[in-house]
């Protein structure tokens, strides 16, 4: 069965970097597509990247196209958002999550625990 844990968050001022990652376990990310969610406290949870299984298909949130990228490391069997030009309201507990081979925000099969990003001076 699918692993998968988040990495990488943490207090970052408005206009810095961060880079996620979600490390894969039991199983490889090559058959998975990989979306990244965010939920800000009192805010109901937002899709904000997805990666599909081929790597053919990668789709941003309008929010945040422009300035995360989504990228996987096979031999790590791990796939990053990176984040860049970071505002307050990207604060949020990030999640990585998959389900089978195309991109999309529903019907995820396995989930991680989330990492916190928090955006602030």
């Known amino acids: 069965q699918l692993q998968l844990e988040e990495s990488g968050g943490g207090l970052v001022q408005p206009g810095g970097s961060l880079r996620l990652s979600c490390a894969a376990s039991?199983?490889?990310?090559?058959?998975?597509?990989i979306s990244w969610f965010r939920q800000a406290s009192g805010k109901e949870r937002e899709g904000v990247a997805c990666?599909?299984?081929?790597?053919?298909?990668?789709n941003y949130a309008d929010s945040v196209k422009g300035r995360f990228t989504v990228s996987r490391d096979d031999a790590k069997n791990t796939v990053y958002l990176q984040m860049h030009s970071l505002k307050p309201d990207d604060t949020a507990v990030y999640y990585c999550?998959?389900?089978?081979?195309?991109?999309?925000?529903?019907?995820?099969?396995?989930w991680g625990k989330g990492t916190l990003v928090t955006v602030s001076s």
């Open positions: 990666f599909s299984s081929s790597g053919s298909t990668i």
């Open positions: 999550a998959a389900r089978d081979i195309f991109c999309g925000y529903h019907d995820m099969d396995f």
């Open positions: 039991g199983s490889t990310l090559e058959y998975y597509a």
